[in-house]
Every structure is written in C-alpha cells, then in structure tokens.
C-alpha cells in the first residue's frame, strides 16, 4: 500500500494510537503509587511473631500511639493486617524542629495467617507502646477410639 496517498492526519492519529499502546505497556508493568505507598510502610513497621503451643503472638511496636491510632483486621479470612498513623505533635509557639528523626505518617503490616489460626479468636492489647496481637490455634483433632463391637455366640 502506498502511503503517500493517505492524509496527515490520518498518518498521524496512526501513529500516536501506535504510540499510547507502548506506553499502556510500561505503565501496566510499573507498581501503582499505592503499591509503592504501601510497600514502604511496611517495611518501615518491625514485628516478631512467636509461637506458642496454643497460639501466635505478633508483637509489634507502636511508641507514642494511642489505641484509637491502631486498626488490627483480618481480610480475606486469613491475611492480619495491622494499620495506623503516627501524627506530628502540634508544634507550639516559638518551637521550631532542629531535628526530625522519629516517623511520622501511616504504617502497616500483614500477614498471612497458618491453615491452624482459629480466626475466631484473635484478641490485640497496646501496652507501654507494644502492641501484642495474639492468634489463638484451633486444637488438633482428637485421635478417634476404636470401637469395641461385643461378639456375641448364637
């Protein structure tokens, strides 16, 4: 076909249409800014989870916060997730910063929960800035007992 023919722009809403499916491409592949958002606040929330005979218990630490500021969930019937917010303190009159270390802003952390947490039974207590979130176990099966049929003599 001789492209000489075909009109400007025509030629030219071709070639932009050719041009935004390159470009749907790249974005497809690139994380969302939630994604990146979200991916920060986790790795800047630490937690241990230990495991005891009859539970799990996530310990997560919170300086600072109040109950209010923490939202412990649970989705998608096995995934904790644990959220908040760290607020800067209002700053008062004639005090300036000379230096920011602490974070500030929001956090969160999730975890998938083992095929034996009794989701049921989930409680969250904060206490001197540690929040001990503690996952009961669903108990094992009980072995069955074997029956004892009476054999009786005819």
Not at 35 to 57: C, G, H, L
Not at 90 to 98: D, M, S, V
Not at 105 to 128: H, Q
Request: charged share 35%.
């Amino acid at each position: 076909m001789d492209l000489r023919f075909i009109e400007a722009p025509l030629l030219s809403t071709l070639h932009q249409m050719m041009d935004m499916s390159d470009e749907s491409e790249k974005s497809s592949n690139a994380p969302t800014r939630t994604y990146v958002r979200d991916a920060k606040a986790m790795a800047a929330t630490p937690a241990d989870i230990k495991e005891y005979p009859n539970s799990y218990v996530f310990v997560i630490d919170m300086p600072g916060l109040k109950s209010g500021d923490i939202k412990v969930q649970l989705e998608e019937d096995n995934v904790l997730v644990v959220t908040g917010e760290r607020k800067r303190e209002e700053e008062k009159q004639g005090a300036k910063y000379l230096r920011m270390e602490r974070r500030i802003g929001k956090f969160m952390r999730k975890f998938a929960l083992p095929d034996n947490a009794d989701t049921e039974k989930i409680s969250a207590v904060c206490r001197d800035g540690v929040l001990n979130v503690t996952v009961e176990k669903v108990p094992p099966p009980q072995p069955k007992k074997p029956k004892t049929i009476e054999v009786k003599i005819a």
